[in-house]
Structures are given as structure tokens and as C-alpha cells.
């Protein structure tokens, strides 16, 4: 099979093989979860319980206060009671309002058990507007990491026709090894996912992208789309393993030689990318009407003596399973990652909730983050020949540096993926991705500024146009 990649990009070393070819394993029932309210990218939820109520494994515990488009509910992951509702440290590094459910005694996450799923739907004689309902309120977001509501990536507009659907299999960060895992024990939901998802889009073609370190998994995954009778048009696509190959621009380039244009989204390349971890999850709530309320993961770094794929409740904590179970060496932690350590997010402290988007935890020591102090520029090009996006990383640097927003953005601020890649080649050690974070935050601000002036203008001169009328009369 012909290997296929992008220009550019970045050869690493996987570290994958702590945890490489070992199963998905079951965390032990916890005694309490910590769940957030808002895990997604659009509008914010609200709580739909109390303190003291009794809750149900899968029921519903927060929605939009106006269900909408950009809204994804959240449920209960375990059964219990609910004991406080109040701010918690997430893993993007901010306080955010979060349900903290007690477990009754017993196995409180058996799908057997006291649950409240939703009843199966046969999603190939649905309505597609019924299909996209039940995505949506089984809470299904992008597992990849960005947290998209996957029913909004689904419809896209009528001016974006798409051809090709592309499950991301790529798995390209260094340590994680969940999507291999799922792949190996759940490839019939993969092809059944995907196959929901051609059903919902009317899209006839589907390529499953993975890197060549996972070439072994290609017989296993091709006899299920055999025996899918609705599989269609479902191939595999092999990829170099180099990072970030797992990204949806990168990985639309390297499948189909399309690219995605400036400022634009996969589907203005007719194309929709969804993570296998988010299409397993969709099999699952069609076939047992389970919302999405486990998460699998990788845990591993030198820190962590037992690393291992694990599937656990969202919202649990790693300091409330049993040492037999994850054992971290406390006094050799040197820092926390929630995700990948190129695109992940350091935390202050392992007592942050596991979220749907949680694809890795990385314990690591002292000597796997050595911190160098920053340097000067020296004017070397290797963050511009290594930029997977093909930006000029040193010019937007400098923008944002002088203060001129305006001209970071013409330099591609917004189109970049902030994939580390450009911080990891830096000589000097400039900690580039966070200062282009720290530049896009500061854009919305301005935004929102901007909007905030207009619309109280706009106010005033609606009041202004009411009172002269009023004189006039």
C-alpha cells in the first residue's frame, strides 16, 4: 500500500512504547466524579440538577439555557448524588463551574445497572434530522481534542458540498496510544460509525486515515468493512508517520492532495474529519443509546510507573483510583500534561477531571521537561521551513511582539493549528505557540470590544430615532 504525507512537519520520537499494543484497560468504579459543566466549543450550559439529588449513569445533568446549534448537553458518568455544584481547575487551565457526583455503594458505572440511556435508533431508517438529534443528545463533541459539537460538523451548509468523509486515525503525538487501542478491540463500531455518519452526510466515499506504524491493524479493520452491510465506499489510507500528520489539514493534504484554503474549515475542501474515538461513540449511541459518558485514554510519562491505555468516567480523577491500579511517582513528577506534550495543556495538579476531549494523561519527570531560558532570535528560518501550515512563525512572533495585531493576522495568526512544531525546532527556545495563544486571545478581546462599541451605538441610536419620533407625534 502506498504511503502518502504533507510537506514539512516534524520527525519525533513516538515514546509510544510503554503502552503500544496493550489493551483498553477498565478503571476500577470511583468514588466520585467531577464533571464539568461546559466541555465544548460553542454556548455555554447550565446546571439541570441540584445538590442532593440523585443521579443516574447517563442521565442528563446540563444543556444550552437555549438549545442550540453550538450546544452539546453533558451527563451524569456514574450513579450517585450529587454533593456539590461549584468551580473546579479544568484541564485548559481555567475555573470552570462543575457537578461533583458521589458514588452509592456498588459498581455505580455497569451499563447494566441503574442507567438512563436513550432507547437504540436505527440510524439507516431515521431521519437525518432525527440522526443528528440523537448525536447531539448524546453529547458527542470531537475527541480529537478541539471539543467541536460533532452534529454541527455533520450539517454542513448547502454552499459546501462534501465528497469525502475522513476518520482521523493518525494518532501522531508522541505517547498516546488510545486510538490504536480502540481500533484493535472496536473496528466493527468504527465501520459502523463511519457508516452512520455516510448515512446522515449522503457523502459515498470514506477513508480511514492512520499512520504506517499502525500497518498492522489494516487486515482487522478491512474484514469488518466486508462484513459491514452498509460499509459503501470505505477505504484505508496510509500515512507517513510524522508529525502532525493527525491533523485535519495535514491529513486532508496527505489523502486527497487537497488543501484547505486560508481561513477556511475541511469542508471547504469538501471534505469532513472525524476522530475514531468520536465515531465509535457515535455507533455507540445509536446501537445502546449511551451518551457519551467514557472516556479512553492514554496515561504514561516516566512519572507514571503503570502506564496503560485506560477507559474511565468523565469526570474522574487519577488521585481517586487504587495504587494496584495507576501508580505515580509523586516525587519524581515534574509536570502534568492533558493531552499530547506537543499540543497539550499543563496543569497545576493531578486533581483535574478527565474530559471527553481528554485523550492523554502525561505524567512526566524533571528530566523529560527540561525548561531553557528564552534567547534572542538569531533569524534562522527552522520554525518557517518546519511549519506544517507554511507560515512565517518569526513574523508573527514580531507582530504580536510591537503590539500590531492587525498584521499578525495577514501573517497567519489564525490559521495556525498551534502544533508546537515551530516552538520544538526554536534554537533560542522562544515559547512561540503560547505567545500566539496569548495573540488570539487577545484578538477576541478586540473583537469583542469592537462588537460591544458597535452594538451600544447602535442602542443609542435606536433610543435617539424613538424619542424624536415620540416628539414628532
Do not use: W
Not at 76 to 101: D, F, H, M, W, Y
Not at 132 to 138: F, G, K, N, Q, Y
Not at 188 to 217: F, P, R, S, W, Y
Not at 228 to 248: F, K, M, V, W
Request: hydrophobic residues 40%.
Amino acid at each position: 500500500m502506498a504511503v502518502s504525507t504533507f510537506k514539512r512537519g516534524l520527525k519525533l520520537s513516538t515514546r509510544k512504547h510503554t503502552t503500544e499494543g496493550r489493551p483498553v484497560e477498565l478503571c476500577p468504579a470511583p468514588k466520585q466524579v467531577v464533571i464539568p459543566v461546559n466541555q465544548h466549543f460553542g454556548a455555554p450550559n447550565k446546571c439541570l440538577v441540584s445538590v442532593g439529588d440523585k443521579v443516574r449513569r447517563g442521565q442528563k445533568i446540563a444543556e444550552g439555557a437555549n438549545p442550540g446549534p453550538m450546544t452539546v448537553p453533558v451527563h451524569a458518568s456514574i450513579t450517585g448524588i450529587v454533593k456539590k455544584i461549584e468551580p473546579r481547575t479544568q484541564s485548559n487551565n481555567t475555573e470552570g463551574l462543575c457537578v461533583i457526583i458521589e458514588a452509592e455503594a456498588g459498581d455505580t458505572t455497569s451499563d447494566t445497572l441503574e442507567t438512563e440511556y436513550m432507547p437504540p435508533l436505527d440510524p439507516y431508517t431515521c431521519s437525518k434530522e432525527d440522526a443528528l438529534t440523537r448525536i447531539r443528545e448524546a453529547g458527542i463533541l470531537g475527541m480529537g481534542g478541539a471539543g467541536f459539537p460533532s452534529h454541527v460538523k455533520l450539517s454542513p451548509p448547502p454552499n459546501k458540498p462534501i465528497d469525502i468523509i475522513i476518520a482521523d486515525g493518525a494518532e501522531c503525538e508522541p505517547y498516546l496510544t488510545t486510538d490504536e487501542a480502540i481500533m484493535t478491540e472496536k473496528p466493527h463500531l468504527l465501520i459502523q460509525g463511519l457508516a452512520i455518519v455516510m448515512k446522515i452526510t449522503g457523502v459515498k466515499k470514506a477513508i480511514i486515515g492512520m499512520e504506517d506504524n499502525k500497518e498492522k491493524l489494516i487486515p482487522l479493520i478491512e474484514q469488518e468493512i466486508r462484513l459491514n452491510e452498509h460499509a459503501g465506499d470505505i477505504s484505508i489510507g496510509l500515512c507517513r508517520t510524522l508529525y502532525p500528520q493527525g491533523g485535519e489539514k495535514m491529513l486532508i493534504t496527505a489523502l486527497t492532495g487537497r488543501e484547505v484554503p486560508s481561513g477556511g474549515l475541511p469542508m471547504d475542501a469538501g471534505c469532513i474529519v472525524q476522530n475514531v474515538g468520536t465515531l465509535i461513540a457515535i455507533a455507540e449511541a445509536f446501537t445502546l443509546g449511551k451518551p457519551l459518558i467514557d472516556r479512553d485514554l492514554t496515561v504514561s510519562g516516566g512519572a507514571c510507573k503503570t502506564p496503560k491505555n485506560i477507559r474511565a468516567p468523565i469526570g474522574a480523577l487519577l488521585t481517586d483510583l487504587p495504587p494496584a491500579f495507576m501508580s505515580i511517582d509523586t516525587e519524581r513528577l515534574g509536570k502534568i500534561l492533558y493531552g499530547g506534550p506537543m499540543m497539550g495543556n499543563a496543569v497545576p495538579s493531578i486533581e483535574v477531571p478527565i474530559q471527553k476531549n481528554t485523550s492523554g494523561i502525561i505524567l512526566m519527570t524533571r528530566e523529560e521537561t527540561l525548561a531553557d531560558l528564552e534567547g534572542p532570535c538569531i533569524r534562522c528560518g527552522r520554525c518557517i521551513r518546519n511549519c506544517p501550515c507554511r507560515l512565517s512563525p518569526v513574523i508573527m512572533n514580531n507582530s504580536l511582539e510591537s503590539g500590531d495585531l492587525d498584521y499578525a493576522v495577514t501573517a497567519g495568526l489564525l490559521d495556525c493549528i498551534e502544533c508546537g512544531s515551530c516552538t520544538y525546532v526554536c534554537p533560542a527556545r522562544i515559547k512561540l505557540v503560547q505567545r500566539f495563544r496569548v495573540g488570539k486571545g487577545q484578538l477576541r478581546a478586540k473583537q469583542a470590544a469592537a462588537k460591544a462599541a458597535a452594538d451600544a451605538k447602535a442602542a443609542l441610536a435606536a433610543a435617539k430615532a424613538t424619542q424624536t419620533t415620540a416628539v414628532k407625534v
